[in-house]
């Protein structure tokens, strides 16, 4: 059952970096095209995200150990980013950018530290290297993601491209949710 749940974690960490992190690197293009501002509105709008981060791990912080089935509400709070992060692809205001980035930076630090400490503690102790090198390789897929994202933005255009990425997300997050009982019971 650990290793199933490790499984389920490492999954729940490669997702968001091969389909939605790589938002990220195309900031500076929604921020001209989009939102029609200029390079320090990239700096804005990242900057919000590790705000609402900061934020989220200090709620994590204050709750502690009192949280029960994590894994349920890792995937949740997993599923709730992805819909904020689908929001943004369609604001058309600065202020509206920032406050849902904010939020979802609030949500993504808090599920993303709770699914690392439910991952490390899923695994044997004889086990910890190895998964956490799995877990890092989950991370380290980001750029191959990216290059997907920027020939779908090339095709059909940077809200259209990241909002069919994000969707392939939560489709597959609620698959899990439904069907994968290591992640239920974690």
Do not use: K
């Not at 930076?105 to 998964?131: E, W, Y």
């Not at 779908?152 to 255009?157: A, D, E, S």
């Amino acid at each position: 059952a650990a290793a199933a749940a490790a499984d389920a974690f490492t999954a729940v960490n490669t997702l968001p970096a091969l389909l939605i992190y790589p938002y990220i690197s195309f900031m500076p293009l929604f921020a001209r095209e989009e939102l029609g501002h200029g390079s320090g509105t990239y700096g804005l709008l990242v900057s919000g995200i590790g705000m609402g981060s900061i934020f989220g791990l200090l709620g994590l912080a204050f709750i502690g150990d009192r949280l029960r089935r994590g894994g349920m509400l890792t995937l949740s709070g997993l599923i709730v980013y992805v819909l904020l992060v689908m929001t943004f692809t369609q604001t058309q205001e600065l202020w509206q950018s920032m406050a849902v980035l904010i939020t979802a930076g609030v949500i993504h630090g808090f599920c993303l530290a709770l699914s690392n400490t439910l991952f490390q503690t899923s695994l044997r102790p004889d086990m910890q290297g190895r998964g956490m090198a799995a877990w890092q390789m989950g991370f380290g897929l980001t750029p191959f993601g990216t290059l997907a994202m920027g020939h779908l933005i090339n095709q059909y255009g940077i809200r259209s491209a990241e909002l069919g990425l994000f969707a392939v997300c939560l489709t597959a997050f609620v698959l899990m949710i439904m069907f994968n009982r290591a992640i239920r019971r974690a």
